[in-house]
């Protein structure tokens, strides 16, 4: 296998487990609302920023200054959207399970580049659109939620609206970290992360609820809470920095391919996850969802095929 394939194919298996690890999070931290839910979590991961901000200054020192303000400005602010996208995207787990919320992350990419066009003056084709609106369909139709007695077809609007909206978020991310960036991956991402500490610092402090619902999850889970988190966003960075190497090295458009295997390891963790830790991860497949799953990975394949 050539190395550059290789290389691309670690990030997506790394961001699949990560999935799985949000889920984790979400649903064990999440029963009451008043001491946990959804943005103590996201404040746990946006002040775990400082390590990496540590480790990236420490390592790229003086590089760090080199940026200019204005891209200082850009990749903070892509920092900050970055959290607001979690955001969005843990509140979807909160109602659904990886398997369905993953696939619309692959909007990203379509929605990148029309993005892209309209502010970098990149160039556009059919074809791009006709496979972001592809994808689309995949993901919505691997949404579809099947009521008990398997007659009633419907889709979860609301998880499709957050995740839509993540999405589409990532991609602003996206076009505004390679429009402020500035020579090195690991100097732009070094001002990414301070724009995501910057952010949770702020919601601790002005938030009192927020403020609250952070301490008393780490009164109440501590260490535990702190070392899979830790474990999670190392996996993160890793199949970022992974994924901008794939990028670098080899074309674009296969890196955007070999990133959308991530639907098929979210798919396969799922059934080894459902059956190891059953109690953990709710088996919820039946042999209609399956089909219906199936069906909207091979329409997201054909998406994905026309990229290269």
């Known amino acids: 296998m050539d190395p550059k394939i290789f290389l691309a194919l670690i990030p997506p298996f790394l961001y699949a487990v ?9 649903h064990k931290y999440n029963k009451d609302k008043k001491t946990s839910g959804v943005v103590p979590l996201v404040m746990v991961s946006s002040l775990f920023s400082i390590i990496v901000i540590a480790i990236l200054g420490i390592t790229n020192w003086p590089n760090i200054f080199t940026v200019s303000g204005v891209n200082k400005f850009i990749l903070i602010s892509s ?31 379509p929605i990148s580049l029309i993005l892209s ?28 939620h099947i009521h008990k007695n398997e007659k009633i077809f419907s889709l979860h609007w609301r998880i499709i609206l957050l995740m839509i909206s993540a999405a589409t978020i990532a991609a602003c991310i996206n076009v505004a970290f390679k429009f402020g960036y500035d020579a090195s991956f690991f100097v732009s991402l070094f001002w990414n992360h301070v724009g995501t500490f910057l952010f949770g610092i702020c919601w601790y402090l002005f938030s009192p609820s927020a403020r609250n619902g952070f301490k008393a999850l780490i009164r109440d889970s501590g260490s535990k809470l702190i070392g899979v988190n830790g474990f999670n966003e190392s996996l ?10 794939a990028v670098l090295w080899g074309p674009v458009a296969l890196a955007e391919v070999l990133y959308g295997t991530q639907v098929l390891w979210v798919f396969l963790l799922g059934f080894v996850l459902y059956r190891i830790y059953p109690s953990m991860f709710k088996e919820r497949h039946t042999k209609t969802t399956l089909i219906i799953k199936c069906i909207g990975l091979c329409i997201i394949a054909v998406g994905l095929g026309l990229l290269l």
């Open 18 to 26: 990560s999935n799985y690890i949000d889920q984790y999070l979400v």
């Open 79 to 109: 920092g900050i959207l970055q959290i607001c996208a979690i955001t969005l995207y843990l509140y979807a787990l909160e109602d659904e399970d990886s398997d369905s919320v993953a696939p619309f992350w692959l909007l990203v990419a």
């Open 117 to 144: 066009s309209l502010v970098l003056g990149e160039s556009l084709n059919g074809i791009e659109l006709i496979s972001g609106g592809i994808l689309l369909l995949g993901a919505l139709i691997m949404n579809i």
């Open 236 to 245: 993160i960075v890793i199949g970022d920095a992974l994924m901008a190497f």
